[in-house]
């Protein structure tokens, strides 16, 4: 499955309409939504910037203190920049200059305080999931790696209710012989499921979508919906 360009993403979060493959490709993806989420963030922190929350000018004596550190290596000459000495042409490199330090500034500091604590994490693998004895269905699945472990995303559009039951995410061996309950995807929603902790996911690399009824059984039901593996 290939995700949302990153340009892309970034014009959305400016305001521009996305494009019509895009808007399908961020109802089923709970990564790429996240990530518009954190770009959108950050714009919106951008533009809510105050004149107060500028720089200002630093005062003289940082120059004297800079000429005194730079002054221990002879070869090094400090020449301070004076309001009487700036040329026209220099003064608009200065205004230049100072714009593109705050934009970098404030977009750092809100890109940092905003992003730095997210955990943003890594694609380990994806897959197709093709549909199962002509269900019609089909979707995808993803394991990502973040601080917390390992989750499993898994989107099937188009799934109808159960009347009498839900779907459950299953990851299975190679030959589906030994199979682990993951949990419930709703239709219309894309699960996110953390992995239990030391879960070998190159042993367990299929990933099922099962009806299962209220039955009391804990077990596959043996009426899959849809079924991929993953190249873990």
Do not use: K
């Not at 004149?51 to 940082?62: E, G, K, M």
């Amino acid at each position: 499955m290939l995700h949302c360009d990153e340009d892309d993403l970034s014009v959305i979060s400016l305001g521009e309409p996305a494009t019509t493959a895009d808007e399908a490709h961020l109802r089923d993806c709970a990564r790429c939504r996240t990530r518009l989420e954190q770009l959108t963030a950050v714009v919106a922190s951008a533009r809510a910037l105050t004149d107060s929350d500028h720089p200002v000018a630093p005062p003289p004596a940082v120059w004297t203190a800079i000429a005194a550190e730079l002054a221990r290596d002879e070869r090094a000459t400090v020449t301070p920049i004076t309001s009487a000495r700036r040329s026209g042409r220099s003064r608009l490199w200065l205004v230049a200059a100072a714009a593109a330090a705050v934009g970098v500034l404030a977009g750092g500091t809100i890109a940092g305080g905003l992003l730095g604590d997210r955990d943003v994490p890594e694609l380990v693998a994806q897959a197709e999931l093709a549909p199962v004895d002509d269900s019609g269905y089909s979707g995808q699945a993803t394991i990502e790696r973040g601080s917390s472990g390992n989750v499993l995303n898994v989107s099937v559009p188009d799934l109808p209710l159960v009347a009498d039951g839900y779907y459950e995410v299953w990851m299975a061996t190679a030959d589906t012989s030994t199979m682990v309950a993951i949990g419930t995807l709703n239709p219309g929603h894309t699960g996110s499921f953390a992995l239990p902790d030391g879960m070998d996911v190159n042993a367990f690399p299929v990933v099922d979508v099962s009806v299962e009824h209220f039955d009391g059984n804990a077990e596959h039901s043996v009426t899959s919906v849809v079924r991929g593996q993953l190249p873990v």
